[in-house]
Nanobody, 125 residues
């Protein structure tokens, strides 16, 4: 069966760093795209970053560009999110998603097949 397991996260002061990890297993096919989304209380879910596993091309939301880095390991079914210069506005539950539907948008969570359990990131000022 498919498992998408996240680790990392926690609490940090503004300006600090955290690293999230996400490992997918049991996938019916290798992931074509892995992404990070987040959702803050009373806000809609938003795409943070995604990486196309074959090409290694990555894309970022404007709000995190230059501060967050998405990367993958050689197995291609594991993705990381290095978060630097964290701001209170980054406080949210972060979710990993994998296996983008053919023709889907990597900014649209509904177009991903599998999700991690979520991990809380809290940034205090």
């Amino acid at each position: 069966h498919v498992e998408v397991v996240q680790s990392g996260g926690g609490s940090v002061q503004a300006g600090g760093s955290l690293r999230l990890s996400c490992k997918a297993s049991g996938l019916p096919r290798d992931s074509n795209c892995m992404a990070w989304f987040r959702q803050a209380p009373d806000k809609a879910r938003e795409g943070v970053a995604h990486i196309y596993t074959n090409s290694g091309l990555s894309y970022y939301a404007d709000s995190v560009k230059g501060r967050f880095t998405i990367s993958q390991d050689n197995a291609k079914n594991t993705v990381y999110l290095q978060m630097d210069s964290l701001e209170p506005e980054d406080t949210a539950m972060y979710y990993c998603a994998t296996n983008l539907d053919d023709g889907g948008s990597a900014w649209n969570g509904a177009d991903f097949a599998y999700w991690g359990q979520g991990t809380q990131v809290t940034v205090s000022s």
